[in-house]
């Protein structure tokens, strides 16, 4: 299963970026797909995620600000950024939680990372 994110860029503060992500493959069901972000010396965190049945989970720091959504016919998921912050500059992956079809086994794939820069 292959993840392709884009929507990256630089933005001045106030603003907003929308993120896409979409999962190829040898796919049966997604479960679960989400976006984390990583800047130099953190750990990787939750931004935000989304189960197939459309139920939400927010980092504290974005409630209110970013929008998650997906469209399962397309195996995509989106982040809608707005008000965006300095403190949200980031490499923002996406990630898919699901079964391969045919053998029905668990995948956990990662997408490549693309660059939110949130200028002050």
């Known amino acids: 299963v292959q993840l392709q994110a884009s929507g990256g860029g630089l933005v001045q503060a106030g603003g907003s970026?929308?993120?896409?992500c979409t999962a190829s493959g040898n796919i049966f069901s997604i479960n679960v797909?989400?976006?984390y972000r990583q800047t130099p010396g953190k750990s990787r965190e939750l931004v935000a995620d989304i189960m197939a049945g459309?139920?939400?989970?927010?980092?504290?720091?974005?409630?209110?600000r970013f929008t998650i959504s997906r469209d399962n016919a397309k195996n995509t998921v989106n982040l809608q950024?707005?008000?965006?912050?300095?403190e949200d500059t980031a490499v923002y992956y996406c990630k898919a939680v699901g079964m391969y079809s045919g053998n029905f086994r668990h995948f956990n794939a990662w997408g490549q990372g693309t660059?939110?820069?949130?200028?002050s």
């Open 17 to 20: 970026l929308r993120l896409s």
């Open 33 to 35: 797909m989400g976006w």
């Open 54 to 64: 459309s139920n939400t989970n927010y980092a504290d720091s974005v409630k209110g």
């Open 81 to 86: 950024l707005n008000s965006l912050k300095p």
């Open 115 to 119: 660059l939110v820069t949130v200028s």
